[in-house]
């Protein structure tokens, strides 16, 4: 199934208009300081382009999940460190909401090619309803409308959706990267195709697992959804975390993996402790013989070996979630090998998912996997075969 194309920046005459732009700048915030402006930064080819082609901006966000209007989730620091990252002053007023009266008559005052970053969209109630109000009043902002927020394609929202059915509308360079790559993956993967899947909970990955069985060689299982796995096995798990509930869904994933012929791997092996703790004593066991009083919080070591011979002469690769509580060592150590042996694969690599993509991040290796998504629900359900809305109303 052939992902339908979606309009460009390629499409869009953009010379001395207003373009409005959905970036996706929900970034970590420490004491009201962004934390981590990755989401940024990959927003930056697009706006630059718009601004060479002599587009005046205004840039629209969400923050958070704020209930309502809420101090601490302002978008002031991230109009700032944008405003550093593009080397300009980004124009931004403190408000109730991007379509209140004050940011209107905020935006109708901005300058030819300047740029605006308006208040978080969801201090407006009416975001998530999709509520053709709000649209309207942001696509009164700009004579043409540029998604680039993939983090946020998959919700209908007024500033996603909505709007654009309003404007002409199209995709901006980072979408456009994201929807190749995940196409890619889906269109015509280059074989052996390997997916690695880990994570805490198998009720979040039986989607995209059932619909990867028909495509991927190779499954490899990691992280704490194993353990529910190892369970439909009639594996003994200790205290490890397991889905009760989904270990049904586990034992029909095991036969379909065996009628279709993919080859699924669990992990033989973990990293065992009494608790997840730093400094913990650590032990060893069979991931389907884990004795009691003892959880298993990584793959251990022969697993590793054996999910890297797996991989070697893989030609593409998906992986999402971490292979074990990646946060605290030493239990990121399944983690951090699977994430050094893809930097090194002579394979197209694609890693997708919040804590997986972190993790490839914070073990330097980012620059070495041919695309880390920025979009974690969104690049799930795109890989579950779903249509995402936010990418349905720019098709061409
Ligand atoms: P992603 O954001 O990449 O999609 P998930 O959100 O599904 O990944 O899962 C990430 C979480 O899974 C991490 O917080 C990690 O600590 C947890 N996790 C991984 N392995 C285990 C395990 N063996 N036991 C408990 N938690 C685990
Ligand atoms: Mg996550």
């Known amino acids: 199934m052939p992902a339908k194309k979606v309009r460009t920046l390629d499409d869009l005459d953009v010379a001395g208009k207003r373009v409005l732009v959905r970036v996706d700048f929900n970034v970590p915030m420490r004491d009201g300081q962004v934390q981590d402006d990755s989401r940024i930064r990959a927003a930056l080819a697009t706006l630059t382009e718009l601004r060479q082609r002599g587009a005046t901006l205004v840039l629209m966000s969400h923050l958070g999940r704020p209930k309502g209007v809420d101090a601490s989730l302002r978008m002031g620091p991230i109009a700032e460190r944008l405003g550093e990252r593009l080397g300009i002053d980004v124009r931004y007023l403190a408000t109730d909401g991007p379509g209140s009266a004050d940011a209107q008559a905020f935006v109708a005052a901005a300058p030819s090619g300047s740029v605006t970053m308006l208040e978080n969209t969801r201090f407006d109630p009416r975001e998530t ?45 980072l979408m456009e990267a994201e929807l190749r790559a995940l196409g890619t993956l889906l269109d015509e993967p280059a074989r052996p195709f390997a997916v690695i899947l880990g994570g805490s909970k198998v009720s979040d990955k039986i989607g995209v697992l059932a619909h990867l069985m028909d495509l991927a060689d190779r499954i490899l299982i990691g992280g704490a959804m194993a353990y529910t796995f190892m369970l439909a096995r009639g594996g003994q798990v200790g205290n ?36 997840l703790a730093a400094g913990v004593e650590v032990s060893i066991h069979p991931s389907a013989a884990i004795p009691d009083g003892l959880l298993g919080l990584d793959i251990g070591p022969a697993a590793i070996s054996a999910f890297q011979e797996a991989l070697q002469g893989c030609r593409t690769v998906f992986w999402n ?39 490839v991040h914070a073990a330097g290796l980012a ?7 920025t979009g974690g629900g969104a690049s799930l359900e795109l890989l579950e075969g779903r249509v995402l809305p936010g990418v349905a109303v720019l098709e061409a």
């Open 129 to 173: 309803k999709n509520d053709p109000a709000m649209s309207r009043i942001l696509a009164g902002y700009g004579d043409v409308y540029v998604d680039d927020a993939f983090g946020s394609a998959h919700r209908a929202h007024a500033s996603t959706e909505g709007v654009a059915r309003l404007l002409p509308a199209a995709a901006g360079r």
């Open 240 to 275: 490890s975390r397991v889905e009760v509930d989904q270990v049904g869904v586990a034992e029909d994933i095991l036969a379909q993996a065996k009628a279709k012929n993919v080859q699924l791997l669990l992990p033989i092996d973990s990293v065992c402790a009494a608790e």
């Open 321 to 359: 979630g971490p292979l074990g509580v990646f946060e605290m060592s030493p239990f990121d150590r399944g983690t951090v090998a699977v994430a050094e042996t893809l930097a090194a694969l002579d394979a197209y690599t694609v890693v997708g998912g919040g804590d997986s993509g972190a993790a």
């Open 367 to 373: 620059d070495r996997i041919d695309h880390v998504s």
